[in-house]
């Protein structure tokens, strides 16, 4: 039984909470775990309470019924004449709406204080894709693919995916990848570095899990600023970057958890950490 369950107010989500690790479901397997405005409504609102929950350590982004997610839902866009076809607002508003809501799920997993961990038992497409890639972690099993898939619905992309992508296979193989839209398999996807580890389908969640859990229990404080750390790594200026390690480096040697690892270390037992 999970110890809490998140009301995302719609079955297109499902969000629970368990040893530590919020565990987010993208849920419309009929159409690949493609996105909706429920679903990205209530994704919104997750990754807000993971951010400031005091249960929440670390959190885990999959999707339901063997795929990752399809990105933007193309058949809905079809039906409706294309990509903001139904919708009664004015274009400002449209792009006013899609800047909030990609700053509130990647910019928000990308920059929340606590470890994301994207388990893909599928494929993962388009925005689906950008999503995971927002992550800081990525697992998946070996017959989950990738792609960007932009360039087959003639779109440029969206939730971030090409300054994602382009920090993980740099600037030339993230235009081959976007340019072209080819599927990436998993063989691939290691080489390049855009997943961590590939389980099989039965084992991935029980391995994501123990990898969360294991974060979720370390020492929160010091993932805070080691998150910040490498963020600004790859996009801030080295000075900066020297500058803030040495202030977060000095601040986490005055945690409680610093000085009961240090304890540990003396001791020849595994630590406890508190988040403090």
């Not at 493609?34 to 997750?46: E, F, H, I, R």
């Amino acid at each position: 039984m999970p110890d809490r369950v998140f009301d995302t107010g719609t079955e297109d989500l499902a969000v629970e909470v368990t040893d530590g690790v919020m565990t987010i479901t993208l849920n419309r397997p009929e159409r690949r775990n493609a996105m909706s405005t429920p679903m990205m409504d209530g994704l919104v609102a997750a990754i807000a309470d993971a951010e400031i929950a005091s249960d929440v350590g670390a959190l885990v982004l999959t999707g339901a019924g063997g795929a990752f997610c399809a990105g933007g839902d193309v058949k809905g866009m079809a039906a409706a004449g294309g990509e903001g076809g139904g919708s009664p607002l004015q274009y400002d508003a449209r792009v006013h709406r899609q800047r909030r809501s990609q700053r509130d799920t990647s910019g928000k997993l990308y920059e929340m204080p606590k470890p994301t961990i994207a388990a893909l038992p599928g494929a993962a497409a388009g925005a689906g894709l950008s999503i995971a890639l927002a992550c800081d972690l990525r697992y998946a099993t070996p017959n989950a693919v990738m792609t960007t898939a932009f360039a087959r619905v003639g779109f440029s992309g969206d939730y971030g995916g090409t300054w994602f992508m382009s920090r993980l296979v740099g600037s030339a193989k993230a235009r081959e990848l976007y340019y072209l839209s080819d599927r990436v398999d998993m063989d691939q996807a290691v080489s390049l570095g855009l997943v961590n580890g590939v389980f099989g389908a039965e084992s991935l969640m029980d391995e994501v899990g123990a990898v969360a859990r294991r974060l979720a229990n370390g020492p929160t404080v010091a993932f805070r600023y080691m998150k910040e750390n490498l963020n600004r790594a790859v996009s801030g200026d080295m000075g900066e970057c020297l500058d803030m390690e040495a202030a977060h480096h000095i601040h986490c040697g005055q945690t409680d958890d610093h000085k009961e690892a240090a304890q540990a270390f003396v001791d020849k037992r595994e630590p406890v950490f508190h988040g403090r």
